[in-house]
């Protein structure tokens, strides 16, 4: 059972945009930033967002991230089929531990 | 360039304890805005933090396995090492290491590729 709690699954078809969020509570969304994590099958995880919305260098505008209150979204648009992949949300809690979504498995249709 | 890259047993009995190496380059342990931390993946399963250290020596772990962890650095060899006692078969995981950069916010920038231990009889 994970802390932050995001959907199983999201689907879309190329071109669309899909949202993926990440809820949690005052003591880690509420009080700290949010990252995003995208893992492509066998790989390990890469940063795609930090401090809520900030993209590193490299990753697509298309990759967008927002905050609201206790829960964070991730946004893809303009959805490719290398956008297939499993993403999690991550985010720092204030009983000294940080904290992950279960992870949300995008599948484009 | 920054990497980072674990090392150790690909198997390990129930019972014993798992000795994991992160050894890092591209970057300094001794930088004051980078820490490492260790985090696992079970086959199929989402990620679970474990534990995490700073060039301070400032350590934090997983309040759930709090008591089997252990983490350390050896700065000049570039290495940061977690110890887990008492591995159970639930243990089964890819372990991977990563850079955790503390520019304000926190954040892990670069994984390792990640090794899977198996613990089995």
């Known amino acids: 059972q994970s802390v932050l709690t995001q959907p199983p699954s999201a689907s879309g078809t190329p071109g669309q945009r899909v949202t993926i969020s990440c809820s949690g509570s005052?003591?880690?969304?509420?009080?700290?930033?949010v990252n995003w994590y995208q893992q492509l099958p066998g790989t390990a995880p890469k940063l795609l967002i930090y401090s809520n919305n900030q993209r590193p260098s490299g990753v697509p505008d298309r990759f967008s991230g927002s905050k609201s209150g206790t829960s964070a979204s991730l946004a893809i648009s303009g959805l490719q089929s290398e956008d297939e992949a499993d993403y999690y949300c991550?985010?720092?809690?204030?009983?000294?531990?940080?904290?992950f979504g279960g992870g949300t498995k995008l599948t484009v249709l | 360039q920054v990497t980072l890259k674990e090392s150790g047993p690909v198997l390990v009995k129930p019972t014993e304890t798992l000795t994991l190496t992160c050894t890092v380059s591209g970057f300094s342990l001794s930088n004051a805005r980078m820490g490492v931390s260790w985090i696992r993946q079970p086959p199929g399963k989402a990620l679970e933090w474990l534990a995490h250290i700073f060039s301070n020596d400032e350590k934090s772990y997983s309040t759930s396995l709090k008591s089997r962890l252990t983490i350390s650095k050896d700065t000049s060899k570039s290495q940061v090492v977690l110890t887990m006692t008492n591995m159970d078969p639930v243990d089964t995981a890819t372990y991977y290491c990563a850079r955790l950069y503390c520019g304000g916010d926190c954040y892990w920038d670069y994984w390792g590729q990640g090794t899977l231990v198996t613990v089995s009889s």
């Open positions: 005052s003591s880690n969304i509420g009080s700290n930033t």
């Open positions: 991550a985010a720092w809690d204030d009983s000294l531990r940080w904290v």
